[in-house]
């Protein structure tokens, strides 16, 4: 049904036009579905399905590539580029062989500080433990957050980490700590193999970067909202995650993707960091396409999830 409904689609839509190019978000691909729901999660069946229309509507081709072709207004249909954000390790488990099958090219964007550790993003320790714990509810800074079924322990996850996102970096980590011994788990627990939170390892990315069909660029250090940060903070963040990036990968770090990615999460400072680390291009969060008139620093995306609808993948 979804795929008959993007043949359908494709016929009647054509906002991209032929100066344009539509750069797609993804984020986390399992193949069992997760007990409590997760907006940054998608089964490998949606995946699948959402890459075919792509594929169907689109020329994919590389982020780089499409970049370069819109400059140079060299265009004869609707493009689209595939990008990844937070490296995580089911990344290279159930995504890249699908993007292997059908040849699509896409970009990684790594948390450097965290490849290779058995740590992961704050987010996922969060919803980690909301998952985990046995507790029907908990008391948080005064709020009453009901865990009784895992459609409340989803809405819970949404709730907690729109409130924890805005902190600065050093009360955020006290307040995931919080959190985890207030719901009696382990805020420090390892990420183990298996555990959809577990982030890549440095032999997993060098596995794909031989093999071609992916590059890797930067998402800062420790993912980090940029612009709570002061300019010496954001320059060693972004400066030092693109050094890293290039001692794993042995290839050019010029590609970057701001953490959370909307307009007021990066500032003049942030494009000055950029700029210093040779980053030649940086996607958003921003929903639009990328033209020619668009600053290569600020590429908006169209984020994909396991609820995108056909309508938000056409061209």
């Given at each position: 049904?979804?795929?008959?409904?993007?043949?359908?689609?494709?016929?009647?839509?054509?906002?991209?036009?032929?100066?344009?190019?539509?750069?797609?978000?993804f984020h986390g691909v399992v193949v069992d579905p997760l007990p409590v729901p997760d907006l940054g999660f998608m089964n490998r069946e949606t995946f699948?399905?959402?890459?075919?229309?792509?594929?169907?509507?689109?020329?994919?081709?590389?982020?780089?590539?499409?970049?370069?072709?819109?400059?140079?207004?060299?265009?004869?249909?609707?493009?689209?580029?595939?990008?990844?954000?937070?490296?995580?390790?089911?990344?290279?488990?159930?995504?890249?062989?699908?993007?292997?099958?059908?040849?699509?090219?896409?970009?990684?964007?790594?948390?450097?500080?965290?490849?290779?550790?058995?740590?992961?993003?704050?987010?996922?320790?969060?919803?980690?433990?909301?998952?985990?714990?046995?507790?029907?509810?908990?008391?948080?800074?005064?709020?009453?957050?009901?865990?009784?079924?895992?459609?409340r322990r989803a809405q819970a996850s949404v709730l907690l980490q729109g409130a924890l996102k805005g902190m600065p970096p050093r009360e955020l980590r006290?307040?995931?700590?919080?959190?985890?011994?207030?719901?009696?788990?382990?805020?420090?627990?390892?990420?183990?193999?298996?555990?959809?939170?577990?982030?890549?390892?440095?032999?997993?990315?060098?596995?794909?970067?031989?093999?071609?069909?992916?590059?890797?660029?930067?998402?800062?250090?420790?993912?980090?909202?940029?612009?709570?940060?002061?300019?010496?903070?954001?320059?060693e963040e972004i400066v030092e995650s693109a050094a890293a990036l290039r001692r794993l990968t042995g290839r050019p770090a010029d590609l970057f993707a701001?953490?959370?990615?909307?307009?007021?999460?990066?500032?003049?400072?942030?494009?000055?960091?950029?700029?210093?680390?040779?980053?030649?291009?940086?996607?958003?969060?921003?929903?639009?396409?990328?033209?020619?008139?668009?600053?290569?620093?600020?590429?908006?995306?169209?984020?994909?999830?396991?609820?995108?609808?056909?309508?938000?993948?056409?061209?």
């Amino acid at each position: 049904m979804r795929t008959r409904l993007y043949r359908w689609i494709r016929g009647r839509t054509n906002g991209a036009g032929r100066d344009s190019l539509t750069v797609f978000n993804f984020h986390g691909v399992v193949v069992d579905p997760l007990p409590v729901p997760d907006l940054g999660f998608m089964n490998r069946e949606t995946f699948l399905a959402h890459l075919e229309a792509i594929r169907r509507l689109y020329r994919v081709v590389s982020l780089r590539e499409g970049i370069e072709r819109v400059a140079r207004g060299d265009r004869k249909g609707p493009e689209a580029a595939v990008t990844f954000d937070d490296g995580l390790a089911n990344f290279y488990e159930v995504a890249h062989p699908i993007l292997d099958d059908f040849g699509i090219p896409a970009v990684c964007f790594l948390v450097t500080s965290l490849v290779g550790t058995e740590d992961t993003l704050w987010c996922c320790r969060v919803h980690k433990a909301i998952s985990e714990t046995s507790r029907p509810s908990f008391l948080w800074r005064g709020n009453l957050i009901d865990l009784s079924n895992s459609r409340r322990r989803a809405q819970a996850s949404v709730l907690l980490q729109g409130a924890l996102k805005g902190m600065p970096p050093r009360e955020l980590r006290a307040a995931v700590r919080e959190i985890g011994r207030s719901l009696s788990v382990d805020p420090d627990a390892p990420i183990l193999p298996g555990s959809p939170f577990r982030i890549l390892s440095d032999s997993e990315i060098c596995r794909m970067v031989d093999a071609g069909l992916v590059e890797f660029g930067s998402h800062t250090r420790t993912h980090p909202i940029l612009s709570l940060l002061s300019p010496e903070e954001q320059r060693e963040e972004i400066v030092e995650s693109a050094a890293a990036l290039r001692r794993l990968t042995g290839r050019p770090a010029d590609l970057f993707a701001y953490p959370n990615g909307r307009k007021e999460d990066y500032d003049a400072a942030s494009l000055a960091a950029l700029r210093e680390a040779g980053v030649r291009a940086a996607v958003t969060t921003a929903r639009g396409r990328f033209r020619r008139n668009t600053p290569p620093l600020e590429i908006p995306r169209f984020w994909v999830g396991e609820e995108t609808r056909a309508w938000e993948i056409a061209p």
